[in-house]
């Protein structure tokens, strides 16, 4: 098992921003790609970003590109997403997922973003 625990959310305006933070801990914890999504009521839930083990090799969907930044500090198990330049349709809650190199897939509780306009 994993267990991700995801914080940094809340309220801002349009045009500020956001960090959010992906602690995973747990026995099965290992090399691994981790990733971001959202999803608002009455939708599907949407990809983000994601990382892969190394932080080498990152991708953004187009909606965010040029505006979020994912990375991750191994050494805290710690995945980040710096969200700049937010814009009310980025209001949604954002999941934390781990997808092992060696199986398991695990998603976070979520962590809520509303900006206003």
């Known amino acids: 098992q994993v267990q991700l625990v995801e914080s940094g959310g809340g309220l801002v305006q349009a045009g500020g921003s956001l960090r959010l933070s992906c602690a995973a801990s747990?026995?099965?914890?290992?090399?691994?790609?981790m990733g971001w999504y959202r999803q608002t009521p009455g939708k599907e839930r949407e990809f983000v970003a994601t990382i892969s083990w190394s932080g080498g090799n990152t991708d953004y969907a187009d909606s965010v590109k040029g505006r979020f930044t994912i990375s991750r500090d191994n050494a805290k198990n710690t995945v980040y997403l710096q969200m700049n330049s937010l814009k009310p349709e980025d209001t949604a809650i954002y999941y934390c997922?781990?997808?092992?190199?060696?199986?398991?897939?695990?998603w976070g509780q979520g962590t809520q973003v509303t900006v206003s306009s």
């Open positions: 997922n781990y997808n092992g190199y060696s199986g398991g897939d695990y």
């Open positions: 747990g026995r099965s914890f290992g090399s691994n790609h």
